[in-house]
Every structure is written in structure tokens, then in C-alpha cells.
């Protein structure tokens, strides 16, 4: 491999496709020809652009909540009592393995910005919005209440997110817009549990 000097490294990589799909740098070279690493940071440093401290704040934000909503989610499903046990335990557990996704997802979306995401316990207790669950037994529909309420808590925050993100970063706003498509999906089901008419 050829390696090019650093000064030749254009500052700002357009990568673009040529008629046998190899990716090119804007100047013609093919990308294979440049060295890995110099292209990695140079995008990178594309990619983080000034506005990057806000994307990386609404990601880190977003994935505290997440967790605590996941682990809430948990200990509802296990809390649950009434006629609709079954039907809120299994259905809350189908809660958590999407929430536990979606932090897996934000937190490896702040990776490749090359911004460690922070899912620390301590970090999510000093950090999180969401209310606790109480403890103790909890009567089905108020835990199908309890737990619409903070999905469409969250589901708002995201909205706001995601329209900070369309001016600074499209890939973090559409892994928000994924993960609100969900959320909101999972609050419709619950929300047709207690809905009088
Ligand atoms: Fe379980």
C-alpha cells in the first residue's frame, strides 16, 4: 500500500463511487491507496464537526434514559399483579429488550463519533429524568399507566432531539426517529389497555 504524505490528505474527504463501486477521494485517488488510519481521522474529523458537542449531549442524554426506562421496565415486569399479569408481564419484557436495543445502539452511535458514551450506574442515577417506579406489588393497569406515562415523556424529549439534530447531525437524528417510531408503537399498545372507549 502507498502511503501519502500527511500534507496530500485533503482536510475534508468526499467519498464518492465509481462505475466498480470503489470507493474514491474527491481528488480521483482511490481510497485503498491512502492510509487507513489518516482516513479514519480525517473523517472523523469530519464528522465532528463544532456543532458535535450538542449531538454527543442529546446521545448521552438519550442513552441514560434509555437504561433506566429498560431497568424499570424490568422491574415492572416482575412487580405486576392482577387479572392482566400475563398479558403486562410478557408485554413489558418486550418493552425492555427494544429499550436495551435502542441504548445499544445510541451508545455505539457515540463510539463512531469517537465519543466514549458513559452507561455507568452512577451516571444514570445522577443523570436520569425519569421518575422511579415505587416499590412493592403493583396493581396491572397502574403499571401499564405507570409505563405509558414515561414512554410519552420520553417519546417528547426525542422530538425534541431529533428536530435539534436535522441542523447538526442526520445519521444521530435518524437512529432518534427509529427508536421514537418504537417507542411510540410500544405506548399505542399500552395506552389500548386502559383507554375507556
Ligand atoms: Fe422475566
Known sequence: MTLVPRGMIPR??????????????????????????????????????????????????????????????KQAHWAVAGPMFKSVHEQLDTIVDDLRSAYDDVAERMAALEVPPDGR????????PVDPMPSGWQV???????????????????????????DLDAVSQDLLIGLRHGIDKHAWMLRMQVREG
Do not use: F
Open 12 to 73: 475534508r474527504l468526499i467519498l464518492e463511487h465509481d462505475e466498480d463501486v470503489r470507493p474514491r477521494v474527491h481528488d480521483g485517488r482511490a481510497a485503498d491507496d491512502l492510509d487507513p488510519w489518516r482516513i479514519d481521522m480525517t473523517m472523523t474529523a469530519h464528522v465532528t464537526s463544532p456543532a458535535s458537542g450538542r449531538v454527543t449531549e442529546i446521545l448521552q442524554s438519550a442513552l441514560v434514559e434509555l437504561i433506566d426506562l429498560s431497568v424499570q421496565g
Open 121 to 128: 450506574l452512577a451516571t444514570v442515577i445522577s443523570g436520569t
Open 140 to 166: 396491572d393497569t397502574d403499571v401499564v399507566e405507570r409505563m405509558l406515562r414515561r414512554l410519552q415523556a420520553l417519546s417528547i424529549r426525542l422530538g425534541g432531539w431529533i428536530d435539534e439534530l436535522g
